[in-house]
């Protein structure tokens, strides 16, 4: 199994800003695009976004876009997910997902079967 964990959730306004982050061992996302899943109660899970290395420019959700950066650092094992102008429906479990296959994300990034759970994900509450 990979290890991972997740941080920086908790509690924010609407219109407030977190940063999340991912740590992770050099295997669980060495050559692997990464996303940031997230899932509500009650909902589908949703790919937020997702990142490669090596060019390959990283993929939002059209309901982050402008909201949201993803962002790796892979000297660290690191991913995170700067969050800003946060809303009511940003709140959810999110997890930082390994894909199941190496190389880059590619245009079906978004589909949340592709990745791996490894972590036990981190809780974002936004209050109106």
């Known amino acids: 199994q990979g290890q991972l964990m997740e941080s920086g959730g908790g509690s924010a306004q609407a219109g407030g800003s977190l940063t999340l982050s991912c740590i992770a061992s050099?295997?669980?996302?060495?050559?692997?695009?990464v996303a940031w899943i997230r899932q509500a109660p009650g909902k589908e899970r949703e790919g937020v976004a997702a990142?490669?290395?090596?060019?390959?420019?990283?993929y939002y959700a059209d309901s982050v876009k402008g909201r949201f950066s993803i962002s790796r650092d892979d000297a660290k094992n690191a991913i995170y997910l700067q969050m800003t102008n946060l809303g009511p429906d940003d709140t959810g479990l999110y997890y930082c997902?390994?894909?199941?296959?190496?190389?880059?994300?590619?245009?079906?990034?978004?589909?949340?079967?592709?990745?791996?759970?490894w972590g036990r994900g981190t809780q974002v509450t936004v209050s109106s």
């Open positions: 050099h295997d669980t996302i060495n050559d692997r695009c």
């Open positions: 990142i490669y290395t090596g060019g390959e420019s990283p």
């Open positions: 997902a390994p894909s199941k296959q190496t190389g880059p994300c590619g245009i079906s990034w978004w589909i949340w079967q592709k990745y791996r759970f």
